[in-house]
């Protein structure tokens, strides 16, 4: 199968509010695929769509070969979820929470056992294993409900910005561990505020705003829609900033943007590093940095966008009231494990 992930003309709308205009998407199998947008794009309403947790209203998409309207059961069996916040039940030990999710998909008391210290070595969570899950850190939280998505050993893994409000430490790890997944042949969806994320994991992204796509293809390839570089000037003086933007401005034909002390501006034009150095020493301007480099994929946001991506929050479908949904282990294994169904189940 070529792709394990294909959609075409996905819409969902709540109420008078657009989530998705008719969104395509084809993930190629064993691969990492971004979805990049600002709050309110759509992005988590498509994982909803494609994991079965919300039905569409026009559109059609297969997961594994098979339809989320009408072979859904079949997806849920192949695909595994982790949103935005951790959905573990935080008064059941580590062990306790995968050998619930084990158990909700059928396994004996036994491989279910067994599937859980399995996970938790893999996650390096043995030592916590027995420890209640409000003990473990936020980084141990999120490796946690990741082992948990796991337990059916899914095809299809749905990442909906998985690191949101962890440390760089733990974003690495998880990065990691993300990495190691695809060496073994899982396919990743990952939504992600986060550009660098985006840029390190993913083999092919889609830009996705007001419910649409609006570009896509490999993090190199957007890199180039821009003008493909970019010129930063920092000044010595502060004060000489109006005179390097009016500079920036006259050479290119392009708005320079400013960030603290520091110019930018893209360009496609090979002779304008040159001519800016000839023109700034002409006005007595010292540099203290002046480089020409690649567009980064923030720069390929703004310009598609026309705002910059915001990392700190979440991100639902705009204007939907929609609240994240629990979603531990292959979609649709019902809502969050607790003390009282854990013990029906040991």
């Given at each position: 199968m070529s792709h394990a992930i294909w959609a075409e003309g996905l819409v969902k709308r709540f109420g008078s509010t657009t989530a998705l205009a008719g969104v395509d998407l084809?993930?190629?199998?064993?691969?990492?695929?971004?979805?990049?947008?600002?709050?309110?794009?759509?992005?988590?309403?498509?994982?909803?769509?494609?994991?079965?947790?919300l039905r569409p209203d026009a559109g059609h998409a297969r997961v594994q070969g098979f339809d989320v309207v009408g072979q859904a059961h079949q997806v849920r069996r192949s695909i595994g979820l982790t949103g935005q916040y951790a959905s573990v039940d935080e008064t059941l030990t580590g062990v306790e929470n995968l050998i619930m999710i084990g158990?909700?998909?059928?396994?004996s008391r036994r491989d279910a056992r067994s599937r859980a210290r399995q996970l938790l070595a893999e996650f390096q969570l043995t030592d916590a294993a027995d420890r209640a899950a409000k003990t473990y850190s936020g980084g141990m939280r999120r490796r946690l409900d990741l082992a948990a998505s796991l337990v059916g050993r899914p095809q299809v893994l749905f990442l909906d910005e998985p690191t949101t409000g962890l440390d760089p430490r733990s974003r690495n790890e998880l990065w990691e561990l993300v990495r190691g997944l695809v060496a073994g042949g899982v396919t990743v969806l990952l939504t992600t505020q986060y550009?660098?994320?985006?840029?390190?994991?993913?083999?092919?992204?889609?830009?996705?705003?007001?419910?649409r796509?609006?570009?896509?293809?490999?993090?190199?390839?957007?890199?180039?829609?821009?003008?493909?570089?970019?010129l930063v000037v920092r000044p010595t003086d502060p004060k000489q900033l109006p005179t390097v933007l009016t500079a920036l401005r006259d050479l290119s034909g392009n708005e320079p943007s400013l960030a603290q002390t520091t110019v930018t501006v893209s360009t496609a034009?090979?002779?304008?590093?040159?001519?800016?150095?000839?023109?700034?020493?002409?006005?007595?301007?010292?540099?203290?940095?002046?480089?020409?480099?690649?567009?980064?994929?923030d720069e390929v946001f703004l310009s598609l966008t026309g705002h910059r991506a915001d990392p700190g929050s979440g991100g639902s479908a705009a204007g939907t009231g929609e609240r994240p949904t629990p979603a531990t282990g292959p979609a649709g294994t019902g809502a969050q494990p607790t003390t009282a169904t854990m013990e029906g189940i040991r």
């Amino acid at each position: 199968m070529s792709h394990a992930i294909w959609a075409e003309g996905l819409v969902k709308r709540f109420g008078s509010t657009t989530a998705l205009a008719g969104v395509d998407l084809a993930v190629r199998t064993g691969t990492v695929f971004g979805l990049l947008g600002p709050n309110g794009a759509g992005k988590t309403t498509a994982v909803r769509v494609l994991a079965t947790l919300l039905r569409p209203d026009a559109g059609h998409a297969r997961v594994q070969g098979f339809d989320v309207v009408g072979q859904a059961h079949q997806v849920r069996r192949s695909i595994g979820l982790t949103g935005q916040y951790a959905s573990v039940d935080e008064t059941l030990t580590g062990v306790e929470n995968l050998i619930m999710i084990g158990r909700l998909l059928g396994s004996s008391r036994r491989d279910a056992r067994s599937r859980a210290r399995q996970l938790l070595a893999e996650f390096q969570l043995t030592d916590a294993a027995d420890r209640a899950a409000k003990t473990y850190s936020g980084g141990m939280r999120r490796r946690l409900d990741l082992a948990a998505s796991l337990v059916g050993r899914p095809q299809v893994l749905f990442l909906d910005e998985p690191t949101t409000g962890l440390d760089p430490r733990s974003r690495n790890e998880l990065w990691e561990l993300v990495r190691g997944l695809v060496a073994g042949g899982v396919t990743v969806l990952l939504t992600t505020q986060y550009l660098e994320e985006a840029d390190q994991l993913a083999d092919e992204l889609a830009v996705v705003d007001h419910g649409r796509v609006i570009a896509g293809g490999t993090p190199e390839e957007l890199k180039a829609k821009t003008g493909a570089q970019v010129l930063v000037v920092r000044p010595t003086d502060p004060k000489q900033l109006p005179t390097v933007l009016t500079a920036l401005r006259d050479l290119s034909g392009n708005e320079p943007s400013l960030a603290q002390t520091t110019v930018t501006v893209s360009t496609a034009d090979a002779d304008l590093l040159p001519a800016v150095v000839r023109r700034l020493d002409e006005s007595g301007v010292k540099v203290g940095e002046l480089a020409l480099r690649s567009s980064s994929l923030d720069e390929v946001f703004l310009s598609l966008t026309g705002h910059r991506a915001d990392p700190g929050s979440g991100g639902s479908a705009a204007g939907t009231g929609e609240r994240p949904t629990p979603a531990t282990g292959p979609a649709g294994t019902g809502a969050q494990p607790t003390t009282a169904t854990m013990e029906g189940i040991r």
